[in-house]
């Protein structure tokens, strides 16, 4: 018996069967017309299904091919009595899939060229932009629309509407025998899809008959799709995912399909399950964000696991937006547990894609639960067949980057769109020679798969380093008070402002109404900002509340960062940051101090310049680093605080150690005074001070100094206090360290007297590893605690190396750390420079040294002698050091070496610390190179991997 199932396909009879010949004999599809009547000859009772927004009991209606396929046909000749010319766009804004499918095919089948619109702004201005964008783009188009949408388009003058109801009811009375098609060329326009219009208003993407089946036989190869393939699409039809991957494709094979409203998947996560299960649905579609709904609906349900087949089901697309590694990994395990097959497993294939490509380009379909995947965000692999991809140098956009490196993702293929409609320049810009489309994102390709680390325009780029704003987006997600996926982080740079920086908009989880909002949303504002500053180093310039129902999303539920920046920049946001103001206002008033002396409100000014903010924001109690300040912040204080006062100079550590504005200010009031007496030594730097989790002390590297490690405490704000050991002799007067024994026993002293009690965590990077060693080893003798003792790329033996490094040697290491001298000149110089007097080998750096980083520095001449000199000392405390005894467990953190192989580093280098831990020692590695691995550019990786460690070892 035949089965009876939605998707079956019904035994075919003798008519069926001729047609099947017939088809059989035909050539390849040329054109969508083609592709829409061999689906009819081939499989002519094969079904689409629909589930409306308005069908709460998942009811679905259905049409075989044939039946689409005439009322397409009666549907285009009712479009045919409009008059209008071959080739005319019309605009499709329609909301059920069914109306818009019907739609796209009539006009297809009426020689009239369809582009489909995506739901309009409720912004009175922007939707007045935008139509009238549209209606000078195309010249006179007509726009095809249900009630609804009619009653949007009103308030617009001279624009030709047309009522899907009224154009349906009359074509039903005007149905003719004698109807020909459109017989269109490969070449001709088929469809336009609008862009999202984050570089103002939208372009119109034109693909041909030929872009469009290029694509759909690629993307059927690669998911393996059949006539016996079902497929289950929820992604508005006006999107391409929805429209080209998920209908035009699964057509030309013949794929029996169910489309369903959003509405009705998001309203009621189940039903995506249940309709799987019922319909034996093989491929799906679903984006990071309803993967994340799904499981957070879904996985704590104990009472459904074990209960559904879903043995069907073997791939689930993604895209639209990152897939989050963690995302994929928690779906796929909650699926695992409602499958009653315990062996039953599945794909997720995040991919690559754009409205240029058709859709989905590049691939990775991975069991992410026997794989588990290697980067934060999936993997997005290898092209479809018939597509390329290469990564170049976003310069110049054609320098090829090795394998690893990222750059700029370029990709060509027979399924690039062709041009953009009307808009010559646009298209000109978009390709480089070879035909190489730019796709304006970053990306990595390592080992043939490519990821995606980046949009260029989704960046924001601080002193240089750019970071990605979709991973920025993902860890504020996480914040109480933050509306899941209600949440755009978007690069700006205000007028005047030094370095880019970005604004966060949210919809708060609460009402800015009720009693305790200021208290809500002054945590809420200041989560948001610590994760920033973690994530690239910088607070937001601005976070703005919004009600959830002022933040309108696209087809993918993907907020427009380009239109909220812009309603930002136009002032129509005003009332949410002016809102937001007072009630953070409230909250701060209890803990507010206005700067009151000259000196703080002189600070103040310096402060609210730097942080780019109103110098009615800043507070005498304010800490420096707590608001965002980086190691380059603190020069550009200390050289703005010397010109402000007059004063010859302000002691970095004196900055580093008076954080705060008040205190700062009454370090500088002493100095203008002539009262700024040395200090005596004290080797604590506090670099951060707030949380209540287990402080961390880091000792200086071989340098002596501890302002590299001001970037990297910054992360740790609000969780644990950051402390630094700086060496002695800075200051004038403080002499040097004579020993390793004095150095461990002022240092181990120091660390009591500010934390009197343990666990402790000790940490120290390069030479200061050995120094923590010691340290730790101090602090158990005395009957303490040490949970975390952390050695930073330094071996145990060290004596040997401190033996090799002459003045000569010791000056050029500075010069490298610094940054003064490249690595290489490091290497050159040496033989050179060893002949020379201690002055003439001095000159020479200073000449080599780029001056801005001078500048920077606030060297001097006599400064750079003086700090070689500290640096000796440190070399000599060395040189007769020998490691014995023990502490509890050691982390050893390591990268490039200084020379050598990584392994040959590892192995016979840092393994010999086994010797000194009772405990299993850790061995992790960290990206960068020995002197750079905290640096800009590595310390946010580095600080992630510092924390699990940190927590690993239960702190």
């Known amino acids: 018996m035949a089965p009876t199932a939605i998707f079956s396909s019904v035994s075919a009879n003798s008519s069926d069967a001729i047609h099947q010949m017939k088809a059989s004999l035909r050539r390849t599809p040329e054109t969508l017309l083609d592709v829409l009547e061999q689906s009819v000859s081939r499989y002519p009772n094969h079904e689409l299904g629909f589930i409306t927004s308005s069908a709460h009991d998942s009811s679905i209606q259905t049409k075989t091919f044939s039946e689409f396929e005439h009322n397409a046909r009666t549907l285009s000749q009712s479009m045919l009595a409009w008059g209008k010319p071959t080739g005319s766009v019309v605009v499709v804004y329609l909301t059920e899939h069914e109306e818009n499918m019907t739609a796209v095919w009539a006009c297809l089948l009426a020689g009239l060229v369809p582009c489909l619109q995506p739901a309009l702004s409720a912004q009175q201005s922007h939707k007045e932009g935008h139509v009238g964008h549209i209606k000078g783009l195309f010249g006179s188009a007509i726009w095809l629309t249900n009630e609804t949408g009619a009653e949007q388009l009103l308030s617009i003058s001279d624009i030709e509407i047309h009522l899907y109801s009224e154009l349906k009811e009359s074509s039903a009375a005007s149905m003719s025998l004698d109807f020909k098609a459109h017989e ?61 991957e998920m209908h035009i494709a699964p057509l030309l094979y013949g794929a029996s399909q169910l489309h369903v409203h959003p509405s009705a998947i998001l309203s009621d996560p189940l039903r995506y399950l249940r309709l799987i299960e019922e319909k034996s649905i093989e491929i799906a579609f679903a984006p990071n964000f309803l993967l994340a709904k799904l499981t957070r609906d879904l996985e704590k349900r104990n009472e459904l696991f074990g209960t559904f087949n879903l043995s069907s089901l073997r791939r689930i697309n993604s895209g639209g937006e990152a897939v989050v590694s963690k995302t994929a990994q928690a779906f796929s395990a909650t699926l695992k547990n409602l499958s009653n097959d315990p062996n039953w497993s599945f794909v997720i294939s ?40 290469r990564i170049v140098d976003p310069a110049d956009g054609a320098t090829l980057r090795p394998d690893g490196e990222s750059g700029e993702l370029q990709v060509r293929g027979p399924m690039v769109f062709v041009r953009y409609y009307n808009n010559a320049d646009a298209t000109t810009s978009s390709f480089v020679e070879g035909n190489w489309y730019r796709t304006g ?42 509306t899941h996926s ?10 005047g402002q030094e370095t880019e920086g970005f604004v966060v908009f949210y919809s708060p989880t609460f009402s800015l109404d009720d009693e305790d909002a200021p208290a809500k949303l002054f945590a809420t504002h200041r989560a948001l900002r610590d994760i920033s ?51 953070l206002s409230i909250a701060r008033g209890v803990s507010f101090v206005a700067p009151s002396t000259e000196t703080e409100k002189t600070l103040a000014g310096i402060y609210a310049g730097i942080f780019n903010t109103s110098i009615s924001d800043i507070s005498a109690s304010d800490n420096f680093f707590e608001l965002g300040g980086t190691s380059i912040d603190v020069i550009r204080l200390k050289r703005e605080g010397e010109g402000a006062f007059g004063l010859p100079e302000i002691p970095t550590i004196q900055i580093l150690k008076h954080p705060v504005l008040s205190s700062l200010a009454s370090y500088v009031d002493r100095l203008c005074s002539k009262e700024g007496s040395q200090e005596e030594y004290d080797p604590i730097v506090p670099l951060q001070l707030t949380g209540d989790k287990t402080p961390i002390f880091m000792v200086h590297p071989g340098v002596g100094e501890v302002l590299i490690f001001v970037n990297l405490a910054k992360y740790f704000q609000n969780e644990r206090p950051f402390y630094a050991l700086r060496a002695r002799g800075f200051e004038p007067n403080h002499t040097f360290f004579t020993s390793m024994d004095e150095m461990v026993s002022t240092y181990a002293a120091a660390v009591k007297r500010t934390q009197p009690k343990g ?31 952390g050695l930073i790329n330094i071996p145990p033996h060290i004596a040997d190396r401190m033996h090799e490094i002459d003045w000569t040697s010791g000056m050029l290491n500075l010069a490298y750390f610094l940054g003064l001298i490249s690595k290489q000149d490091a290497i050159d110089l040496t033989p050179s420079l060893r002949p020379l007097t201690r002055q003439e080998q001095l000159d020479v750096i200073w000449k080599l040294s780029p001056p801005e980083r001078l500048v920077e520095l606030q060297l001097t001449p006599s400064k750079l002698d003086h700090w070689v000199d500290i640096a000796g000392s440190l070399i000599e405390c060395g040189k007769e050091y020998n490691p014995s005894g023990s502490v509890s467990s050691v982390d050893v953190f390591y990268a490039n070496p200084l020379r050598g192989s990584k392994s040959d580093w590892l192995n016979n280098q840092l393994k010999p610390w086994a010797g000194f831990s009772r405990g299993e020692p850790a061995y992790t590695d960290v990206p960068g190179q020995h002197y750079t691995l905290m640096d800009f550019d590595h310390v946010p990786q580095f600080q992630k991997i510092f924390r699990s460690r940190l927590e690993a070892r239960g702190l």
């Open 184 to 244: 269109p060329n490969a070449d001709d326009e088929a469809l336009l899809f609008l862009t999202s219009g984050s570089t103002g208003f939208s372009k119109a993407v034109v693909h041909t008959h030929r872009t469009l089946l290029a694509a759909c036989h690629a993307k059927g190869a690669s998911y393996g799709l059949t006539s016996d393939t079902k497929i289950l699409n929820w992604v508005g039809f006006d999107h391409v995912a929805g429209s080209i």
């Open 350 to 389: 995040a991919g690559f894609g754009m409205t240029e490509t058709c859709a989905g380009c590049i691939y990775d379909p991975i069991d992410v639960l026997t794989t588990p995947p290697s980067h934060e965000f999936l993997e997005l692999g290898t092209p479809i067949p018939g597509c390329e991809m």
């Open 441 to 482: 994102d970053i990306g990595i390709i390592e080992n043939g798969k490519m990821r995606l680390s980046g949009r260029i325009k989704d960046t924001v780029i601080v002193h240089g380093v750019s970071y990605g704003i979709p991973e920025l987006e993902t860890h504020l997600q996480t914040v109480d008070g933050v």
């Open 486 to 495: 209600f949440l755009a982080a978007a690069s700006y740079r205000a007028p």
């Open 533 to 583: 500053v973690k994530m690239i180093t910088l607070p937001p310039q601005q976070i703005i509340p919004i009600p959830i129902n002022k933040m309108e999303k696209t087809t993918l539920g993907k907020l427009s960062r380009a239109r909220l920046v812009k309603q930002f920049k136009e002032g129509q946001l005003a009332q949410h940051i002016t809102r937001a103001e007072e009630l």
């Open 759 to 789: 666990p402790y965590a000790i940490a120290g990077y390069s030479y200061g590893g050995v120094v923590a060693f010691e340290v730790a080893k101090r602090l158990e003798a005395m009957g303490e605690e040490v949970k975390f003792t």
